[in-house]
Nanobody
Framework: QVHLVESGGGSVQAGDSLRLSCAASGSTFSTTPMGWFRQAPGKGRVFVAAITGNSVGTFYLDSVKGRFSISRDNAKSTVYLQMNSLKPEDTAVYYC????????????????WGQGTQVTVSS
């Protein structure tokens, strides 16, 4: 069983940066693909970024490419989402996810979720 705990959310101004962290339990972290999704009020959960176990592959939502960066530290069983040049439309609850089975861009493919962390960007 994988347990995920996100941290690092907050309220910032447009143009600011935040780094989200997701600490994972479980002995297979280093081989487990990890991802980040977000859910804005009244909207569905949307794929943001994903990373393979060995960090060779990274994948992003088009609207965050060049601004967000996903990384991981397998020694710490932690995955990060560095978010730069934040925009009001990035406002959402951000969720960490682990171990996809199927299309990683679909939230139903992911088997494990954190509780989420709120990111609010004001203009």
């Amino acid at each position: 069983q994988v347990h995920l705990v996100e941290s690092g959310g907050g309220s910032v101004q447009a143009g600011d940066s935040l780094r989200l962290s997701c600490a994972a339990s479980g002995s297979t972290f280093s081989t487990t693909p990890m991802g980040w999704f977000r859910q804005a009020p009244g909207k569905g959960r949307v794929f943001v970024a994903a990373i393979t176990g060995n960090s060779v592959g990274t994948f992003y939502l088009d609207s965050v490419k060049g601004r967000f960066s996903i990384s991981r530290d397998n020694a710490k069983s932690t995955v990060y989402l560095q978010m730069n040049s934040l925009k009001p439309e990035d406002t959402a609850v951000y969720y960490c996810a682990a171990d996809p089975n199927g299309d990683y861009r679909q939230f139903v493919a992911w088997g494990h979720w954190g509780q989420g962390t709120q990111v609010t960007v004001s203009s």
